[in-house]
């Protein structure tokens, strides 16, 4: 059903005027699920309180959806203070107050986290932090949001309270900004992220954008620069590894964003499509995939100093780039494993084989992928001390030993127990 109801406030009294609200009654297992023992008892709380309270943003998007949401977020009327005094009086464990100067006050109810969140408005942004006011209109609540499929309230009852038609979008896969994409946009830049993030969530098709979304995006691209490269990160793997992937990294350079998310200026978009095919339906690393837009193993470490990646993401992307040409299967050989496997056993590291595995994702090799995480890498049966026992005393000799064994273990593809290898020693 459709209400158009607007309300605003002149002193003494209230007003009304035409804007669109859509409301709906959702009723679904997803929805009915989230009623455990502790949103019960904070419902009640708030109830017997008299303030409002809804499941906000993302979590209204995944029921919609008919996903079951992994965190559920509430809004309320509620200023902080308001709700310290509640949750004090009913005897309700307040834990975290790094949120609360933003409106948000985490309760602790039968072992469960609720995270609610005074309604608000942005009154000044600088692009990456913004001053709140507190507010008890909710639309005001829903304009300050990103996208319309983010903006939506849900009822506990489960009526739906949507100002911006973000039902609509979600229904139609349409990922658009709220009210101005540029406003929007000024107000916090990693929201171009998070744009491109969700049209791989929701959009059916990879170049469905509106127009003057993009157009937006490319005239305030540069405002990524002053944002941290973990919260760039963040969203940055997301995209990669989602729907349309490979097409949203190629809008992102055409839109003149690389420069400023560390992704190599010159990236190498050709090969970046090509792992992205590579590697579909087999579920990549994100470094996987950007590694392939880099053509040398310094543009990894350029990289590295923009996002701050992890230590294991970075020494994956080193490896792609060092080895995506040189460690490749031997088609002479009869078996096409051997050349992988020999290199795991060889270079011994507790990742490599990890590191292989991305790295036959990478060149699309899916058989030889198949058999290597099918496969367990072999112990080497024979140690220092092993060669003692036999008279093999000093160091030198014990490591010269350690390595003819070796070598003679490899050509036997491995089967070599420790009595085999030890008669060579004897003899």
Excluded at 58 to 74: C, I
Excluded at 291 to 307: F, N
Aim: contains cysteine; neutral net charge; glycine residues 6%.
């Amino acid at each position: 059903m459709w209400s158009r109801i607007l309300r605003f406030s002149v002193p003494g009294r209230t007003c009304f005027s035409w804007r669109s609200l859509f409301t709906m009654q959702l009723k679904s297992s997803e929805f009915q699920v989230l009623f455990t023992d502790g949103l019960n008892q904070l419902a009640e709380t708030f109830k017997k309180n008299q303030y409002e309270l809804r499941i906000a943003g993302g979590a209204v998007r995944d029921l919609l959806s008919g996903k079951q949401p992994e965190d559920v977020d509430f809004a309320t009327t509620a200023t902080p203070d308001e709700m310290k005094r509640m949750f004090q009086d009913a005897g309700i464990r307040m834990i975290n107050n790094k949120g609360e100067k933003h409106g948000t006050i985490t309760a602790r109810l039968h072992n469960e986290n609720f995270e609610v969140t005074t309604l608000r408005v942005d009154v000044q942004t600088d692009g990456r932090h913004a001053e709140v006011e507190f507010t008890t209109d909710w639309q005001k609540d829903a304009e300050r949001r990103d996208l319309t499929i983010n903006s939506m309230f849900l009822g506990l009852d489960g009526k739906l309270y949507d100002y911006f038609k973000g039902y609509d979008d979600l229904q139609s896969r349409t990922v658009r900004f709220v009210g101005s994409a540029e406003k929007r946009i000024q107000e916090d830049y990693l929201r171009i992220l998070r744009y491109f993030r969700f049209y791989g969530k929701v959009a059916l098709t990879p170049d469905e954008h509106e127009p003057e979304t993009l157009e937006a995006i490319r005239a305030n691209g540069s405002g990524l620069a002053a944002i941290s490269g973990e919260r760039i990160w963040v969203e940055l793997k997301k995209i990669v590894i989602g729907q349309h992937g490979a097409q949203l990294l190629e809008m992102m350079y055409s839109l003149g964003l690389a420069h400023y998310i560390g992704l190599p200026p010159d990236g190498s978009v050709e090969e970046m499509k090509r792992v992205c095919q590579n590697t579909k339906g087999h579920a990549p690393k994100p470094m996987t995939i950007l590694a392939a837009l880099c053509r040398r193993s310094e543009e990894v470490e350029k990289m590295d100093l923009r996002l701050k990646v992890s230590k294991e993401e970075k020494t994956l992307a080193l490896f792609l780039v060092k080895y995506r040409q040189d460690l490749r299967k031997n088609d002479d050989e009869q078996d096409g494993l051997k050349t992988f496997t020999d290199f795991i056993i060889d270079t011994r590291e507790l990742d490599t084989q990890s590191k292989v595995s991305e790295l036959l994702k990478y060149q699309g090799e899916h058989k030889l992928l198949a058999e290597l995480n099918a496969w367990t890498v072999p112990r080497f049966p024979i140690s220092g001390h092993d060669l003692r026992k036999v008279g093999v005393i000093t160091g030198k000799e014990i490591g010269a030993t350690l390595q003819k064994l070796r070598d003679i273990w490899k050509k036997s593809h491995y089967r070599m127990d420790k009595d085999e290898l030890l008669s060579y020693v004897k003899s």
